[in-house]
Nanobody, 123 residues
């Protein structure tokens, strides 16, 4: 089992950048594919990005390509989400997720979730 704790959220202005971090503890970090999801007020949770166990592969939905970058540091048991050119519509709670399978299984339903960190983008 793995525990996930997100950090780095906050209030920013449109056009700013922000980097979220997710620290994992428990079972070996490199066992898991990792990812980020988000949930905006009144909307369903949506997939943002995923990265394979050793970082060789990443995956983004088309709507997230270009502004968001996922990365991981297995030595630090941490996964990151770099967000650039933020827009008010990026306002959401961002959740870190882990899956014992692959990117494919993570995107369809991760095994583990963090509690989330709030990102608010003002116009």
């Amino acid at each position: 089992q793995v525990q996930l704790v997100e950090s780095g959220g906050g209030l920013v202005q449109a056009g700013d950048s922000l980097r979220l971090s997710c620290a994992a503890s428990g079972r070996s970090f490199s066992t898991y594919a990792m990812g980020w999801f988000r949930q905006a007020p009144g909307k369903e949770r949506e997939f943002v990005a995923a990265i394979s166990r050793f970082g060789s592969s990443t995956y983004y939905p088309n709507s997230m390509k270009g502004r968001f970058t996922i990365s991981r540091d297995n030595a630090k048991n941490t996964v990151y989400l770099q967000m650039n050119s933020l827009k008010p519509e990026d306002t959401a709670v961002y959740y870190c997720a882990a899956d014992e399978g692959s990117i494919a299984t993570l995107t369809s339903g991760p095994d583990y979730w963090g509690k989330g960190t709030l990102v608010t983008v003002s116009a």
